[in-house]
């Protein structure tokens, strides 16, 4: 299978399932003040972990086919909001968006720019394109309020000490019409996957949420999709679409054996990514939840 161009942003929680309490990880050296996972220092082994692996081609393969199915692009500037290492970011570059990169960890936002100059170098995109902030998602509606009609963020919640507070500060970025496009760690595809792994006391006491500590990449704060719909209801936010990457792969006892097996796998994942019941176990879940225009809006758009 060949490796689209691009990638989800990944940067910088909660209790159980039945309640959408806020987990709040212990102070660790791995924690910002904040108590969000940073990855300063850790800009290897999160290359290599995910990008190193099947895993990681499958989100990239699913991105890639879902992005342009659940949002409307228009080549609108866009905010990705904990960028990583840009791959993201180079996706919408290369359909000739403007984007602007916010990520707190210098050492991803450094690889971010590297990654997007070298590609500028090939004719790829281009660099002028795109412009960087060091900052954190909290941040940004101070430093870069928009407002907005397209706002990323991928694989960032799942890290952060307060996902729900950071569900308002999206929405507070968004222009009237505008598109989030939201992927977050999905907690119960987490619990299954432990079941299935034999971690059967960890699924029952449902301590599935990382610490943010050493070299470890379990997310402190996997979030359920009733918490995601829930809060961002509560923001006014519309959900149009959700689709699950990676509802299969996960799962598997062994790896695909040669070409034929792996050419059924992706294939399974592209069919069932959108249907339910198959979606709500993706290890990932992937939203686009748009802002409502003003209702004058809407008529004006409707009066010929």
């Not at 959700?242 to 097996?261: K, T, W």
């Not at 709500?280 to 992937?286: E, I, M, N």
Request: include cysteine; charge should be negative.
């Amino acid at each position: 299978m060949s490796q689209p161009s691009h990638g989800p942003a990944a940067s910088l929680s909660e209790a159980t399932c039945s309640s959408p309490a806020v987990n709040t990880p212990a102070a660790s050296s791995s924690l910002s003040p904040r108590g969000d996972r940073h990855f300063d220092g850790l800009a290897d082994k999160f290359s290599a972990s995910l990008y190193g692996h099947l895993r990681g081609e499958l989100r990239l393969s699913l991105l890639d086919r879902l992005l342009p199915e659940m949002l409307e692009l228009a080549q609108q500037p866009v905010l990705d909001v904990g960028a990583g290492l840009g791959q993201q970011a180079q996706w919408f570059l290369q359909r000739g968006h403007q984007v602007t990169l916010a990520e707190p960890s210098a050492e991803m936002l450094e690889r971010a720019q590297a990654g997007i100059e070298q590609a500028a170098a090939g004719r790829e995109l281009a660099a002028d394109k795109a412009s960087y902030l060091p900052l954190p998602l909290q941040e940004l509606a101070s430093e870069a309020p928009g407002p907005w009609p397209l706002v990323v963020c991928h694989a960032v919640l799942e890290w952060l000490g307060n996902p729900r507070e950071a569900i308002s500060h999206l929405a507070s970025l968004l222009a009237p019409g505008g598109q989030l496009s939201l992927m977050v760690f999905n907690r119960d595809a987490l619990r299954l996957s432990n079941v299935v792994k034999g971690n059967l006391d960890k699924a029952l006491e449902d301590r599935l949420e990382g610490k943010g500590q050493r070299q470890r990449l379990t997310p402190i704060s996997p979030l359920t999709h009733a918490q995601v719909t829930d809060w961002a209801e509560q923001e006014g936010l519309v959900c149009q679409d959700v689709a699950g990457i990676r509802v299969f792969h996960d799962y598997l006892r062994r790896p695909p054996q040669d070409d034929r097996e792996l050419e059924q796998l992706v294939a399974l994942e592209h069919r069932y990514c959108q249907m339910d019941p198959h979606w709500r176990l993706g290890r990932y879940l992937l939203y686009t939840f748009r802002r409502p225009l003003p209702a004058d809006a809407k008529r004006q758009e409707i009066t010929p």
